[in-house]
């Protein structure tokens, strides 16, 4: 019976390619699953041996670790030579996301501030 390995939603391309060169590396037969039309569907690397979960589950546990150390590694060195990404750089790269998700935000905290308020008078 085929037993879900890593769910794709989210995931960089990049690390979904990796973690497909690791399996087939590995000859762990699987398979992928789209997130469909509508992106209603699971995206997910499938194991059709559940035999081998265990073996895939150490194996995609090791590679995260490494990936996270390398991301981590990353970032120290753009923090040290001041070129790490904030807000501003964020800003000017999308300021209308930005603008969007502050207006959102601010929406969310005035209706529940104003529930609390109209609670508290009655």
Do not use: C
């Not at 399996?23 to 509508?38: K, M, S, V």
């Not at 150390?69 to 070129?83: C, F, P, V």
């Amino acid at each position: 019976m085929a037993k879900i390995l890593f769910r794709l939603r989210g995931v960089p391309d990049d690390e979904a390619e990796e973690v497909r060169e690791l399996l087939a590396a590995r000859g762990i037969d699987h398979y992928e699953t789209p997130p469909g039309n509508w992106g209603i569907s699971m995206p997910a690397i499938w194991l059709r041996d559940e035999s081998r979960l265990d073996e895939a589950r150490a194996l995609l546990d090791e590679y995260q670790r490494k990936r996270q150390a390398r991301a981590r590694e990353e970032y120290d060195r753009l923090k040290r030579e001041g070129r790490h990404p904030q807000i501003l750089d964020k800003l000017r790269q999308e300021p209308l996301n930005v603008v969007v998700s502050l207006a959102v935000v601010a929406l969310v905290l005035y209706v529940s501030v104003r529930l609390i308020v109209d609670l508290v008078n009655r």
